[in-house]
């Protein structure tokens, strides 16, 4: 008998419990377009934040009620809007995301250390550490903190004791332009045309020769060069204009430290340790 | 009301569900990597074990003891808490979407949470009275939201620490917990019930 009253009392109790929850789902529902599933679905779902909005479920609410544009999602690219111009109906332009690019090619080996920095490993921490332990105070410090942030492992950290940027990965979502306490990562549309000066440093002359070979040193040589006046100085650090850019290659060519560089041939990890070898074969 | 105090004391020192009794170690470990989800997930547990315990009192000592059933307690309790979570989500969802947001995905994670079956059988077990299984409710989830916390922060610190190889990752978070449980081993014997 009493295994009656056991499977009675749980059926029972089973029974109540389910036509409550049920009642209460009736009751208490919430009506969910089901387009915003579906945008949702066909988004990254990375939540990186690159579109605005509190995470990817928030951006496809804003795509599906027409506040936010379907291409305001830079690392879903061409395939997202389209992904979601098929569920939206109607089309939508399609734009080209950026990819990362830093500004910095001091590394290990050609920017010099004013000390061993042996505290916390993070970028943010040993830049405030009496500005850094590099003698170039704006230059890349490589504790990576692009490289933890990048949700897509997009950025490594190289041997060279600088980040690299895949950019078949890359989706440009700018997680790691906003990590680098440095700010020597910019968006940039992709592209193997065009030069860029790449390093960040506003120290005089003297002493970015000082701190690391490769460091533009504000002789403006570029700018009197560049036939298409595409080369400006920011403060002690020429700059030059993408847009205006004719890919000619004069700049290159007169930078006494080699700062600038195509931007097809952007020193690799690889360059930068076959340097350093030559280095120590050339001093040995 | 002496009672309720020390009720309120031992069980978030003295008696802590995670570092003393070892229960819900398991979101112990997982939640605890960033703060912000750690208070997330105490809160939840706050809510849903005080909702719990209220519920399985009233049917252990309403239902289960006039009809001889005490020996369906575990079954029963397990029924209780999945269904009244679920409730508490439906109903979240609808009338507060912000709180429905916040408490996110640990809602329906703490229905396999053994420290929230852990307190309704305590609780019944200790012959509490309504009130008391109550606080006895809250004060664990107290307790085990202390220890979430104290490992979020020190979770958040490890990340940043030097540390070799070998214990990166679960080994030093394992080793932090052991000895977190070791240092709530100093309130042993404070006070008792």
Redesign the interface.
């Known amino acids: 008998m009493?295994i009656v009253?056991?499977i009675l009392?749980?059926g029972l109790?089973?029974l109540l419990?389910?036509l409550?929850?049920a009642v209460?789902?009736r009751i208490?529902?919430?009506e969910v377009d089901p387009r915003v599933e579906a945008v949702k679905d066909a988004v990254p779902g990375a939540n990186c934040g690159a579109c605005g909005y509190a995470g990817c479920a928030k951006f496809a609410e804003a795509v599906v009620s027409g506040e936010a544009k379907a291409n305001d999602c830079i690392p879903g690219g061409e395939e997202t809007v389209k992904a979601i111009a098929e569920i939206l109906g109607g089309d939508i332009e399609t734009s080209v995301s950026p990819v990362a690019t830093l500004f910095c090619i001091g590394d290990c080996f050609k920017a010099s250390d004013r000390f061993v920095y042996?505290g916390?490993?993070?970028c943010a921490?040993a830049g405030e550490f009496n500005d850094g332990f590099k003698n170039c105070s704006y230059g890349c410090l490589g504790y990576g903190n692009c490289v933890k942030v990048c949700l897509f492992d997009a950025i490594y950290m190289g041997k060279h004791g600088l980040p690299v940027v895949d950019e078949e990965k890359c989706t440009g979502c700018g997680l790691c332009a906003s990590a680098c306490p440095r700010e020597l990562i910019q968006m940039l549309p992709p592209g193997e045309e065009g030069y860029l000066v790449l390093c960040s440093s506003q120290d005089r002359g003297k002493t970015v020769s000082r701190a690391c070979e490769v460091g533009c040193i504000a002789c403006k040589a570029c700018v009197k060069v560049c036939p298409v006046e595409a080369i400006e100085m920011d403060g002690k650090l020429a700059v030059i204009d993408l847009e205006k850019c004719t890919d000619c290659g004069d700049c290159k060519e007169k930078c006494p430290p080699g700062t600038i560089h195509r931007r097809s041939a952007i020193p690799s990890e690889a360059d930068a340790l076959a340097a350093a070898a030559e280095k120590t074969a050339e001093s040995a | 009301m002496e009672t309720l105090l020390s009720i309120v004391f031992i069980y978030i020192f003295v008696d802590n569900f995670v570092l003393h009794r070892f229960f819900g170690v398991c979101p112990f470990l997982g939640v605890s990597r960033k703060m912000d989800t750690a208070i997330g997930m105490s809160m939840a547990v706050i809510f849903v074990m005080a909702m719990a315990t209220l519920v399985t009192w009233l049917l252990y000592t309403y239902?289960?003891v006039p009809?001889?059933?005490s020996y369906?307690q575990i079954?029963?309790f397990i029924?209780?808490i999945a269904?009244l979570v679920?409730?508490v989500e439906?109903?979240l969802?609808?009338?507060s979407p912000t709180l429905y947001q916040g408490l996110g995905i640990f809602l329906p994670l703490i229905t396999t949470n053994c420290a929230v079956m852990a307190v309704a059988l305590l609780a019944v077990r200790q012959e509490f009275s309504l009130v008391e299984s109550v606080v006895f409710a809250i004060a664990a989830a107290i307790g085990f939201s202390l220890a979430l916390v104290i490992m979020a922060g020190i979770r958040e610190r490890l990340e940043?620490?030097?540390m070799p190889d070998v214990l990166q990752g679960s080994a030093v978070t394992l080793i932090t917990a052991g000895i977190l449980s070791m240092a709530f081993l100093g309130f042993k014997g404070m006070l008792s019930l």
């Open positions: 009493l009253y056991a009392a749980l109790m089973g419990f389910g409550m929850l209460a789902a208490f529902a919430v042996d916390v490993q993070d921490v | 239902v289960l009809f001889n059933l369906l079954v029963t029924l209780v269904s679920q409730l439906i109903v969802r609808k009338i940043l620490a030097k």
